[in-house]
């Protein structure tokens, strides 16, 4: 089983990924700021409760690691999926909009 301290950095990983997204959403849809916004405070507050919790463990404590590893990969999934589906409505709005 990797360290604690190893799926700390893991779950940064995780939802570094959905943040960079996010922005990148933000970027090339600047109509979605409020939307990609959004989606960065949700992935930063699932991250700080999930490595709360990691505190809060031993590195004996294998299963409660295990479902908090789970439940990151389950939630920035999650999160990914709702940035992509955000990203999915923005192209089909633009696509509907006449060119000048």
């Known amino acids: 089983m ?7 950095r893991a779950v940064h990983v995780l939802f570094n ?5 996010s922005l990148r959403l933000m970027l090339r849809y600047p109509e979605c700021e409020r939307e990609a916004r959004k989606f960065v405070r949700d992935g930063n507050a699932h991250m700080a409760k999930l490595l709360s919790q990691l505190d809060e463990l031993s590195e004996e404590s294998t299963s409660e690691i295990a479902l908090i590893w789970e439940k990151a990969e389950s939630d920035s999934l999650d999160l990914m ?6 990203i999915e409505r923005a192209q089909a709005s633009r696509e509907k909009q006449p060119l000048p």
Do not use: L
Request: charged fraction near 35%; hydrophobic fraction near 20%.
């Open 2 to 8: 990797p360290s604690i301290q190893d799926i700390r």
């Open 17 to 21: 990924e959905a943040t960079e997204r």
């Open 81 to 86: 999926r709702q940035i992509q589906h955000q």
